[in-house]
């Protein structure tokens, strides 16, 4: 097989350039690149919103990308099948810090980490849809140690960040998880990211699409086989986090199976998003003609 693979590397690809969210929620996906996973492609990492960017400019084929670029962007892009990042509620790393209950929250003004794309239009979703309000939003680099910028009422952060202010929270601010706002709003799952290709590269090159492909739903498949050995070789690089808190995120709070019915929470996550003008149409999921594993 890897013969078989090689020589057709050498004769249809060069090295796949393959986006990684440089986040603890794929923390399974890290290890396998760091355990082999990654030989032959070129693996960039970055925040969503620089790989959101990347893939739309070409300089990456694939990558796990905010779930509503998808959505922004289907025409150029292809949706690889039953990976994502998700939760079916609770997220932990997607958070609201607010000076106010959110129920007084109207015309405040807030902050958006300019690390996102999806938590975005999921905030001003949750807060028109579930509390009428229609606060002034402002994209800015925010820090978990300092979360809610002097001048505003509220702020958003996501990933690590969010996860670190989750564990050590500020008194005094109120906090939301918008994973769990979600789920009392519509009683549905929720996609926060997805693996796309380029449709360009996906038709140029399928088999290293497949290769890619494979390398991916791999790494989740056998996620649990490898959770301890994952989270302790990543634990001194993240000192703020116990091991406690890395199992409990890495397993039942975040999952990875786009199954039909996490496809149902992104479809209606897309359609209440379209109502509110964040994206202009509803796009059909359209998936990669890879062969599933
Ligand atoms: C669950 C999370 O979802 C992330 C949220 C994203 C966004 O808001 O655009 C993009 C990728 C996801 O990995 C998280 O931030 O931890």
């Not at 990558?63 to 670029?69: A, G, K, L, M, R």
């Not at 449709?199 to 497949?210: I, K, M, V, Y």
């Not at 056998?222 to 994952?230: G, I, N, Q, S």
């Not at 989270?231 to 890495?250: D, G, M, V, W």
Request: glycine residues 4%; proline residues 5%; hydrophobic residues 40%.
């Amino acid at each position: 097989m890897k013969e078989i693979t090689n020589r057709k590397r050498g004769i249809f690809m060069t090295c796949p350039k393959v986006g990684h969210i440089n986040f603890l929620n794929v923390l399974p996906l890290t290890w396998s690149y760091a355990h082999g996973a990654a030989d032959g492609l070129q693996i960039a990492r970055g925040v969503p919103a620089e790989l959101n960017s990347d893939i739309i400019n070409h300089r990456l084929d694939v990558s796990n990308v905010s779930s509503i670029i998808y959505a922004r962007h289907s025409e150029e892009l292809v949706v690889l099948p039953d990976v994502c990042v998700s939760t079916d509620g609770d997220v932990e790393s997607i958070l609201l810090a607010s000076r106010k209950p959110i129920e007084s929250l109207k015309d405040d003004k807030i902050i958006l980490t300019a690390k996102s794309a999806t938590s975005h239009c999921l905030l001003k979703i949750i807060l028109r849809l579930a509390y009428g309000a229609i606060p002034n939003y402002y994209v800015r680099h925010i820090t978990p140690e300092d979360p809610i910028p002097e001048d505003a009422t509220a702020s958003l952060l996501i990933g690590d960040d969010a996860l670190w202010l989750y564990h050590h929270p500020r008194e005094g601010f109120y906090y939301y998880d918008l994973g769990l706002e979600w789920k009392k709003m519509t009683g549905k799952k929720m996609v926060y990211a997805l693996w796309v290709a380029s449709r360009r590269f996906a038709e140029s090159q399928p088999e290293a699409l497949q290769l890619v492909y494979d390398r991916i739903r791999h790494a989740f498949k056998t996620a649990e086989l490898h959770k301890d050995a994952a989270i302790r070789e990543i634990l001194p690089q993240k000192p703020a986090f116990t091991y406690e808190q890395l199992e409990e995120y890495l397993g039942p709070i975040i999952r990875w199976d786009l199954t039909d019915e996490y496809l149902d929470g992104l479809r209606t996550f897309y359609k209440l998003a379209h109502e509110m003008n964040l994206i202009d149409h509803v796009p059909e999921i359209e998936f990669a003609a890879v062969r599933r594993s």
